[in-house]
């Protein structure tokens, strides 16, 4: 069974710093995906970043990147040069196999605070 | 496309009633997710279809939950006998068999359900 665990209920930090948001997980699958979702106080989940357990550079999209460490069974989101819009719960999420369709197994989530 | 909608945002129904949730995924997606999100904690996966097939339901939280997609396209998400445990947040995803990761899964804004 997979288990995704974020043990940073809440973190702060200050505009045009950069943060990062912990993720480890654990699965006997050889073949995974994770994935990264920002959701805002309006509720939808809004994909930021995925990294493929056979990819072998760290994923990046703007300002996002994935520092991805497979022995130690790691996902960290980082942001650089937070922004005051980035105030969110963030959660770490792994897809799951076919029988579920590859449906998301995410974590409890970390909120962020970004202040000026 | 203007994304995956969700109807109505909010819901708020007396213990005992029964409470229906409407999900309109993206045209072109096959397959549709329902996940429940409780205050505090990350989606947690209940469903899936790919077309009209509803493939994985043992995830169901019980008896009282039942989801239909009858024509392959829009999907309903009804509890009965609803009770103040069910209060949660309900969204819908959807995704395209053979999806690209960077933008594999849609969600909706999702429906805020509060039993009294």
């Known amino acids: 069974a997979q288990k995704i665990t974020q043990t940073q209920p809440g973190m702060f930090v200050q505009e045009k710093e950069a943060v990062t948001l912990d993720c480890t997980y654990d699965?006997?699958?050889?073949?995974?995906?994770l994935f990264w979702y920002k959701q805002p106080s309006s509720g939808e989940m809004i994909f930021l970043i995925y990294?493929?357990?056979?990819?072998?550079q760290n994923a990046t999209e703007g300002r996002y990147s994935l520092n991805f460490q497979k022995a130690r069974k790691s996902a960290n989101l980082v942001i650089s040069a937070s922004q005051l819009g980035d105030s969110a719960m963030y959660f770490c999420?792994?897809?799951?196999?076919?029988?579920?369709?590859?449906?998301?197994?995410f974590g409890k989530g970390t909120s962020l605070l970004v202040t000026p | 496309d203007t994304g995956v909608s969700q109807d109505p945002r909010h819901k708020i129904t007396k213990r005992g009633q029964n409470v229906t949730f409407r999900c309109d995924p993206i045209?072109?997606?096959?397959?549709l997710y329902w996940y429940r999100q409780t205050l505090g904690q990350g989606p947690e996966f209940l469903t899936y279809?790919?077309?009209?097939?509803?493939?994985?339901k043992s995830r169901l939280l019980s008896d009282r939950f039942s989801a239909e997609r009858p024509k392959g396209s829009f999907s309903t998400l009804e509890i009965q006998r609803t009770e103040q445990g069910d209060s949660a947040m309900y969204l819908c995803a959807s995704s395209q068999e053979g999806w690209r990761a960077s933008n594999g899964y849609t969600f909706g804004s999702g429906t805020r359900l509060t039993v009294v």
């Open positions: 699965t006997s699958d050889q073949s995974y995906g």
């Open positions: 045209s072109e997606h096959n397959r």
């Open positions: 999420a792994m897809r799951e196999g076919q029988d579920s369709g590859y449906a998301l197994n």
């Open positions: 279809f790919q077309n009209e097939a509803q493939l994985e």
């Open positions: 990294q493929g357990s056979y990819d072998e």
